[in-house]
T-cell receptor, first 114, second 111 residues
Framework: DAGVTQSPTHLIKTRGQQVTLRCSPK?????VSWYQQALGQGPQFIFQ???????QRGNFPDRFSGHQFPNYSSELNVNALLLGDSALYLC?????????????FGPGTRLTVL | LAKTTQPISMDSYEGQEVNITCSHN???????ITWYQQFPSQGPRFIIQ???TKVTNEVASLFIPADRKSSTLSLPRVSLSDTAVYYC????????????FGSGTKLNVKP
């Protein structure tokens, strides 16, 4: 049983470009959350998707958008990249009806903005 | 959203018991307390979750006093491989949450 997978592993972009990161949840999970983790900091919650809708959102600008597909996989899109967007982007999946706040995290995508 | 406060870092030696305390003064009635562990360049990993009193699993114990304004993660007989950052989170697992990780506690286990 595969856990949470993310692609790509690493990515280098320049300022102003757009990027799409992808996540496949753990088998049987229906909820996907995205986080941004800057070097030396804790993960910062971006948003959470369930039933293809954004259910919660952290304090991130509209440049950050997402999507969840019928198969529960998800994408994170960031437009007009800034240098400060350089970070490890983590995807986590969970079972919303499970009643247990156990999120399973993927290995992350390391985004570098030059 | 209940925020949490943890010590920035802690040192310990192999074989010792380590207790990491987290403060969450404005915890809500429906909130549970969850702890995660994170190694460098990896995603966090769930350790334990509880609502009140004491919870124990194969890797840790979680102690929660009656007022629930704090909690203590207890790691028995730590090893070098327990060196990591530990995060305390508070939220309602039966509803969608804005998960707040904070800065965590960097545990350094020495030989």
């Amino acid at each position: 049983d595969a856990g949470v997978t993310q692609s790509p592993t690493h990515l280098i972009k320049t300022r102003g470009q757009q990027v799409t990161l992808r996540c496949s949840p753990k088998s049987g999970h229906d909820t996907v959350s995205w986080y941004q983790q800057a070097l030396g900091q804790g993960p910062q919650f971006i948003f959470q998707y369930y039933e293809e809708e954004e259910r919660q959102r952290g304090n991130f600008p509209d440049r950050f958008s997402g999507h969840q597909f019928p198969n529960y996989s998800s994408e994170l899109n960031v437009n007009a990249l800034l240098l400060g967007d350089s970070a490890l982007y983590l995807c986590a999946s969970s079972l919303v009806a499970g009643g247990l706040d156990e999120q399973f995290f993927g290995p992350g995508t390391r985004l570098t903005v030059l | 959203l209940a925020k949490t406060t943890q010590p920035i870092s802690m040192d310990s030696y192999e074989g010792q018991e380590v207790n990491i305390t987290c403060s969450h003064n404005n915890i809500a009635t429906n909130d549970y307390i969850t702890w995660y562990q994170q190694f460098p360049s990896q995603g966090p990993r769930f350790i334990i979750q509880g609502y009140k009193t004491k919870v124990t699993n194969e890797v840790a114990s979680l102690f929660i006093p009656a007022d629930r304004k704090s909690s203590t993660l207890s790691l028995p007989r730590v090893s070098l491989s327990d060196t990591a950052v530990y995060y305390c989170l508070v939220g309602d697992p039966y509803n969608f949450n804005k998960f707040y990780f904070g800065s965590g506690t960097k545990l350094n286990v020495k030989p």
